[in-house]
């Protein structure tokens, strides 16, 4: 540039680079979400996914080892006690889910019929009631 400039020239020109210099070579440098997600995998690895989805890992190679293990025991002949030794953690498991589903489908039926409006659904509430009430009692007798 020639020496002759006046400031506000100097001025002007600089101003002008600084918006070429913004529109190349933008100020902000915020990483995308895919670059932070890209980051976040290289830093990670392969460790980090397996303690994220350790649970659905071991529910798979439960099923799996459970197929197979009924797959080789098929043609199996099993005496009555090691049936009943068998049979023990199956039916321990679906006691501890009786008692624990039936009171909460009971709680949350009295809970959503006392949210119902009383005064302009009186009838229909007390039928729900004993609709809901009924069957929940012929679930728990059936098993």
Known sequence: FPTSMSASTSEKVNSARSSVLFVIY???TKSTPETEDQEERKK???????RKN???ILTLIAVVTGLGTGYLLKDTTFTPVTLRF????????MSMFKGIVVPLIV???VAG???MNAGSMGKLNGLA???YFFTTL????VG
């Open 26 to 28: 933008p100020i902000s």
């Open 44 to 50: 990670g690895g392969c460790c980090k996914c397996l």
């Open 54 to 56: 350790l649970l659905l």
């Open 86 to 93: 068998i049979a023990l953690p199956g039916e321990i498991l």
């Open 107 to 109: 709680v949350s039926i």
């Open 113 to 115: 019929i006392a949210n």
């Open 129 to 131: 009631f004993a609709y």
């Open 138 to 141: 012929v679930a728990v007798a």
